[in-house]
């Protein structure tokens, strides 16, 4: 995976990542982080809707970390940004240092082995990984796709359907086709 193409598309999944994100998070943000902070179940991976947009945050920085070989991993945590404003800002500084890393990169980048260790999965205990960049940077995308699924129904719960983040939906509207 080394072609022009396939760093567009990279660069274009990064874009529709931070639109959905923002998307969602404007509504949170309306709602304030009274509700934000209010406990929605277990039943979700993080219980409050602020504590899922810190794990998604969170989560982007520790990856942005390995791609770039920095050992200093600071990880998601449902505590993090005390206030919606301060997990923003923080939100903002991440988004703003993964756009540098994602719009330097060279299609030859992709292909690059990234050398990591975690401690989570598939393999607990630390187990070393050898993975070229191209699927971590997929994985990223998509895993805040499962969370803001999360995101959505807790929103529902505590204020009415969100706005849709289709894919094709971020699309349409780049391309001037919906409002």
């Known amino acids: 995976m080394s072609d022009v193409t396939t760093l567009e598309m990279v660069r274009g999944l990064y874009d529709y990542h931070w639109w959905a994100n923002r998307r969602l998070f404007d509504v949170a943000v309306g709602l304030g982080d009274t509700v934000c902070a209010r406990d929605l179940g277990k039943q979700f991976s993080f219980p409050t809707l602020r504590g899922t947009f810190a794990h998604i945050c969170g989560v982007d920085e520790a990856w942005l970390r390995r791609w770039k070989a920095v ?61 070229p960049l191209w699927p971590l940077l997929q994985h990223v995308a998509n895993h805040a796709t ?34």
Do not use: C, K, N
């Not at 991440?94 to 598939?122: H, K, M, N």
């Not at 849709?164 to 409002?179: E, M």
């Open 146 to 179: 499962h969370h803001r699924s999360e995101i959505a129904t807790m929103l529902t719960m505590v204020h009415g359907s969100p706005p849709g983040t289709d894919l094709a939906l971020y699309y349409f509207r780049a391309q001037g086709f919906a409002g």
């Open 71 to 131: 050992t200093a991993v600071r990880g998601p945590a449902e505590g993090d940004g005390a206030t919606l404003r301060a997990l923003r800002e923080r939100w903002d500084e991440v988004e703003a240092e993964q756009a540098a890393f994602i719009g330097a990169l060279t299609p030859t980048d992709l292909g690059r082995i990234v050398e990591f260790t975690s401690v989570v999965y598939p393999r607990p205990g630390g187990a070393p990984y050898h993975v």
